[in-house]
């Protein structure tokens, strides 16, 4: 059986079904920007398996895979430090407390 | 000569002038009312030198033409227009409505009477009046008088005349009950402005027939038509206009309102109630003479009004205490001889006893004013001996009262003479024996007033004497009345009459009566040892004298027919308009009010819940919204799960 384009779409969705999952129902906010982490890569699995088997002549979608990494890698400087902030003013990183904006 | 029209105007002016004042410089401005009506009094008697010239040439103008065409020149009546103005004020249809000036030689006599009574009045009212705190008042109507007058004895038509008839009747009013402080003259006033109102009704509705028949209100117009009306025409406009002249000259049965005018200022009734105003129904009739020839029966009522008036005057006048109430009567009866002397045809011995009269009846007036400030009191009972306190007053007094009783050479014997003269030619002798009684009448109160209030107990021994400028005027008038009879013939060809000394026969017999009447006051009231009580008298004539005293039942009986019925109804209709008319109009009062009340409800309730409710619901579900916001990032996402899973489903059920 030769690995196909459903293979990596499938190999995607579960990905991305458990970084959606984990970012449901994990408390941690660490844990939620790991799994927003692995949504962002089932993304990336999915663009370049796209690139690869629908346009092997453009390398759009591998492109946009190292674009996608490079956000994300600064998305996560940015999640963490704002967590950090948040630890040192409530030493708490508990998703459930954060609820100060609320109507 | 277009000047004329500033002798009414400048009185008019000094009313215009002060009636808008403070009440502190009206008092102060008297004097504007004083200067007008002295420089009105100047202009006049060049009017009159003017006329009297105009008169003089037309006279000879016409000698010369009749002798020429060879006529017996008998005087044909006919007076020298001088001058003539109009001015249209108004249109109606085709008719001009105008103020005309028409200057002859009657209104040019007229001018200078009122002139010069006014002027004496009023120099004298500034000592007569002097305490009095709205003495300005007082001066700017006398002024607003002075110019009605003024205006009326101008007019070329009758309706100007009439214009000025009623502002004169206003001004009366205003004068009688000046003192309105007080009961009585309220009363007379509103009894004088209403009784001759009756006589305007008929002065109003003679000016009608006269405008449905001749289609104009022009002397000369109507004047000239007068004869060639239907007798019916002219009768009914001859009587409605005799009406008029009844009430604003109280006549009987309309006279009742003068004794009670009494109770306006002296000064006032002078020149009001005595010299002027009265005297206008005469100069209306005068004036209106041919429309009365054209209806021979008129000329009779005239007659007859005049005498009967003249007499019961002089009855009434007889039994007063109140000097003032005396000349009242004196007044109206010496007006009905002028209406007399109409009614006989005698144009100018009526319009001479008026001039003579207006002079000495002024004096007397004025006199009489002197003795009430002396005696603080109108009641003759309670005066007595002042000829030896008040040497000028009583002077002037008595040529005043030789006047008016009609002694020679006063003023009063000339015109009563020319009157009886005219009655004697008239073949009138039912009212020539008449009038000769009326003379007696008077002859006999002049002496009681005399009498009574210049000899006798004095019951006032520190009575002092008037001011100067109270006694002036009456020294003056007292010259006039002394001198301007010798002008009688000279007069009567001034109006473009034949002018006659008086007949022997008639002036003898004349002050025979008058000396008669004057010898039986004399012995009733002046001889040594008279009983001054009206008690002898009550017993001697009874009834008779009750019938005087009750001034002949003329109050009663109107108060019985017109004054307490019109109350009643007038009653009648105020508890109709209290219940009825006020009931109605507070029933729909109360109908909106309850209909208000139930709008408010239904404002409350309706509009303002549906606005609240409105406000009320959209916060409750605000509040309901509110409680998705949780502020936890988990709770948003899956919300965003929940909607990406049912936009999912619905592009699975429908195919994408």
Redesign the interface.
Known sequence: MSVGLNSFLALGAVLFALG?YG???KRSAVM?LMSLELMANAVNVNLVAMSRFLTPDVLTGQLFAIFIMVVSAAEIGLGLGLVLAIYRETKSIE??T?????? | MGWVAAIPLLPAGAFALMAPMSRKARNAARWLSVAAMAIALVMSLFVFAETWGAAKEAKHAKLAAASAEAVPGESSGELAEVYRGTFTFGRIGETELNFGILVDPVSAAMLVVITLVGTCVQVYSIGYMHKDERIGWYFAVLSLFSAAMLALVLADNFLMLYLAWEVMGLCSYLLIGFWHEQEAPRRASQKAFLTTRVGDVGFALGLAVMYKASGSFDFDVVLGEAAAWAPGVALACALLLLFGAMGKSAQVPLHVWLPDAMAGPTPASALIHAATMVAAGVYLVARALPIFEAAPAALSVTMFVGATTALVGGLLGAVQHDVKKVLAYSTISQLGYMFVALGAGGFVPGMFHLVTHAFFKSLLFLGAGVIIHACHTQDMREMGGLAKRMPWTTATFTAGSLALAGIFPLSGFWSKDEILTALWNGQHYVTFFVALLAAFVTAFYVARLWFRVFTGYAHHPKAKEGHAEMLAPMVLLAAITAVIGFSSPAFAGFLGHKGHWPAIGMAVGSSAVALSGLAVGWWVYGRPGAKLTTDSLKHRFGYLYDMLAQKLYFDHAYDAVFVRPFVNGSDALSRFDLRVVDGAVNGVAAAWNRLCDWSWAFDVRAIDGAVNGLGTSVRKAGAQL?KL??????VY??YV?GAVVLLMLMIAMKGA
């Open positions: 959606l970012a449901v129902s939620v998703l459930t954060m609820d100060k904006l609320k109507g | 509110r916001q949780v502020g936890r990032v988990q996402q899956k799960l």
